[in-house]
């Protein structure tokens, strides 16, 4: 049976499609959605060749004009390079404002893809197919979009919502198993910002979540998007401050993937370990029980993600780089800590030593 999500952003409003083989009925969902649609641009990630020609079979038997571009795997490709060869490519398929562009494949695609359907002639219609988990609970849902400068992640980009979402829990099949594993460490981390019994569901079922079964797909998929979804709703543009609690190990893990230059840590990986660290910060500081952060560390031990750095890294780096993160409110630190498992808070008089040693405990 099919799940759906819905997203409510007033006239942007759209619903996400959550199933396992159910692609035609779950399409077809989506292209309701859309009126009048004749033309689809496709732009996929070069490893879902086998899905892109999927799709083009399905679009073309119902008559719709069907055109691409193939993206290279990975973060490299959110460039301006990229995004350039797909606005002329779209140009020359005579793209028009009534066409749709379908994304498929993980954050990298649905990002560049989104932020090329929010630019080419002031915007036009995309939906999103995402392939990674990371992708299905996080990235696709949001309306976040945009591409890396070399010296900035996520330093161009807009707000562009899709029209609608497909989920296939299928494709998770293929996947790496540390994108996949990246992936459950977004899910936790829901579980601890704002569902208790989702983080113990997560505990109670941690065989069929490794081994990907279809149904234990499905329920953390439609929660994490659930969740995700409310939070979005109550701040779509980050502007209120309600969208931060999103941030909860992101300060710790983005300045853990800063200083490794991207390279050594997956997103998820660097976010467990950044859990770890604000987790224990905030029972350092009596704002969440001790026992509390050790149910945390030991989930994601048995979730087989990272909760330490691996040797040598340099806690001064760290610390310097989650000072000059971007989400911090005029240069003051700002953290996103626990007080129980299902509530965080916003958290802004933590001093420098104070955070070294939450670093160093991990290094
Ligand atoms: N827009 C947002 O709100 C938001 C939120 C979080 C992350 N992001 C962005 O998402 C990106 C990371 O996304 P990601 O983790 O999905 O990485 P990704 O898109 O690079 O995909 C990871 C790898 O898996 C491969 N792949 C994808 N689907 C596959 C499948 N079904 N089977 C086999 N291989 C598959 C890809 O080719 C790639 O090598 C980052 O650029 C990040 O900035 C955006
Ligand atoms: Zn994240």
Redesign the pocket.
Known sequence: MTKSVRVDLQERSYSIWIGTGQWEENLQRCLDSLESLQHAFLIW????DS?REAFTDRLASRSIRVQGYRVA???G??SVASLSSIWEAMLAARMDRKSVVIAI???????LA?FAAATYMRGVRFFQV??????MV?????????I?LPQS??AI?AFWQPHAVLIDTT??????ER?FR??IA?IVKYGVILDPELFQWIEQNVAPILSRESQAMEKLIQRSCELKAQVVSSDERETTGLRAVLNYGHTFGHAIEAITTYGKY???EAISIGMTMAGWLAAEHNLWPRESWERQTQLLKRLELPTRCEPGMDCEAILSAMQSDKKNEHGVLTLILPVKIGEVRSVKHMGADEVRRAIEAFL
Do not use: F, I, R
């Not at 990630?45 to 879902?48: K, P, Q, R, S, Y």
């Open positions: 990630d070069e490893h879902l899905l795997s990975g973060e490709s959110k494949g993980g954050g990298v695609v649905g990002d989104g995402p392939t990674t988990l990371l992708a996080d990235s696709s849902v949001g309306g976040k979009t945009g890396n992640k996520n980009g494709v998770l099949q293929s996947l790496p994108e990246s992936g977004e997956l997103h998820g």
